[in-house]
């Protein structure tokens, strides 16, 4: 079974704190994602890593870092935390494959205040 | 921008009917194609993938393709009120990356 951990489930931070979200996949998977889930707006794609030290903008990338030190551990940065980045914030992973797209394993997401 | 369109819902069928959600996509060249369950406060759990055209099955869920009207839907058999959730279509778009509707919400009432 594919197993994705994220390290906490809620988390409540002040305006201009950073912030550090952590995922961690025990499946081997080369890719690894961060989105953000908002109502009505659906699941946003903020950066993409599929190798270490790689990682590919998304959708929405401002206001965001991301680290991938690991294979198995990808890490979500907000430099400094603002009020419109409250959010459920979803990590997924999944294969790489040069000429397939494989399903995405998410992990059970981090519900983010920003007071 | 690659776009992947669901009815927002919610679509409401009693128990015991057929339900059958509906998602259409902008880009061509998508080669695989998901669909996902999300209960309210919970992560997308993965119910299937299609990659062919046609129908693929798996339990009460059946999902089918149609890449020419780039067009793909889901049915739930026999549907059951723990069936009641967000359904999210997923298309891949890209390198390694897939673009997510907004869901339809399903209601199946006892």
């Known amino acids: 079974d594919v197993k994705v951990t994220q390290s906490s489930r809620y988390l409540v931070k002040r305006t201009g704190e950073k912030v550090f979200l952590e995922c961690v996949q025990d499946m081997d998977h080369e890719n690894m994602f961060w989105y953000r889930q908002d109502p009505g707006l659906g699941l946003r794609l903020i950066y993409f890593?599929?190798?270490?030290?790689?990682?590919e903008k998304g959708d929405i990338p401002e206001g965001y870092s991301v680290s991938r030190e690991k294979k198995e551990r990808f890490s979500l940065i907000l430099e400094s935390a603002s009020t419109n980045q409250t959010s459920m914030y979803l990590c997924?992973?999944?294969?790489?494959?040069?000429?397939?797209?494989?399903?995405?394993?998410f992990g059970p997401g981090t519900r983010l205040t920003v007071t | 921008q690659k776009e992947v369109e669901q009815n927002s819902g919610p679509l409401s069928v009693p128990e015991g009917a057929i339900a059958s959600l509906n998602c259409t996509y902008s880009?061509?060249?998508?080669?695989?194609f998901f669909w996902y369950r999300q209960y309210s406060g919970k992560s997308p759990e993965l119910i299937m993938f299609i990659y062919s055209n046609g129908d693929k099955e798996d339990g009460r869920f059946t999902a089918q393709l149609n890449k020419a009207s780039q067009y793909v839907s889901l049915l739930i058999r026999d549907s059951q009120p723990s069936d009641s959730a967000t359904y999210l279509c997923?298309?891949?778009?890209?390198?390694?990356?897939?673009?997510f509707g907004t869901g339809t919400r399903l209601l199946v009432s006892p």
């Open positions: 997924a992973s999944s294969l790489w494959d040069r000429g397939k797209t494989y399903e995405q394993y």
């Open positions: 880009d061509r060249g998508s080669q695989s």
């Open positions: 997923a298309v891949s778009a890209g390198f390694q990356k897939l673009v």
């Open positions: 890593s599929y190798d270490v030290k790689m990682k």
